[in-house]
């Protein structure tokens, strides 16, 4: 079965630090990528998505992630964090028409 | 656009008790989710709509049943409520299957808690 793992559950980090959150699946296949964000009491907003193309894609926010299909994870990164940015980070791969797997998400605390 | 929105926001149900949950979007999508997003288990998908009048099932579907009797609404129903239930449910929906189409938008999340 598919299955979509972040290995950090809680991140916490200053002001100005810089952020890389990690993401690996386990399919062979052609896959699209997501990373979402849930800040506190608001639903899920899309980040950032790679259907093709560029392995390296820019984000809202100043977010990006690189798809790196030899280690199958979709890593996000961020330069350097704000206060704003306190929020839950879910990864997703999407392995069908259909199929979208979410990861158990990584609880991101930015200390001011 | 309002987007996708979801009726009720917060409900307590005691156990065996049935509702519905209503998932409505204003943009035209063809394809519809119900998830349930519960700790340390991220997102997982119930059931799903690829058009109206079709429903099929997800990953966790059993104690749900859904219905997509007019393209823009999307309900979820729970028969007989279990203390197994207490979770946050999440709507999606998106426009088709290529490009941009692919990108799913969710709703505000609807609490529920059953005794």
């Known amino acids: 079965a598919q299955s979509v793992s972040q290995h950090n559950h809680h991140v916490i980090l200053s002001e100005a630090a810089s952020l890389e959150l990690g993401c690996n699946y386990s399919?062979?296949?052609?896959?699209?990528l997501f990373w979402y964000v849930q800040y506190p009491g608001q639903h899920l907003q899309l980040l950032l998505k790679y259907f093709s193309g560029d392995p390296l894609v820019k984000g809202i926010k100043g977010f990006e992630a690189e798809f790196i299909k030899s280690k199958f994870s979709f890593n996000l990164r961020k330069p350097s964090v704000q206060w704003s940015d306190t929020a839950e980070y879910f990864c997703a791969v999407k392995t069908g028409a259909n199929n979208l797997f979410f990861g158990t998400g990584t609880r991101l605390t930015v200390i001011p | 656009n309002a987007g996708v929105t979801q009726t009720p926001k917060f409900r307590v149900l005691k156990t065996g008790q049935s509702m519905t949950l209503l998932c409505a979007q204003d943009m035209n999508h063809e394809y519809m989710y119900w998830y349930r997003q519960d700790p340390g288990m991220g997102l997982r998908l119930i059931h799903y709509s690829v058009g109206e009048g079709t429903t099929a099932k997800g990953e966790v579907p059993d104690g749900y049943n859904v219905s997509r009797l007019k393209k823009q609404n999307f309900l979820l129903g729970l028969e007989s409520a279990a203390p197994s239930q207490t979770s946050v449910y999440f709507c999606a929906s998106r426009l088709g299957t290529s490009g941009y189409q692919e990108t799913q938008y969710f709703g505000p999340g609807t609490r529920l808690l059953v005794l």
């Open positions: 399919y062979g296949g052609t896959v699209n």
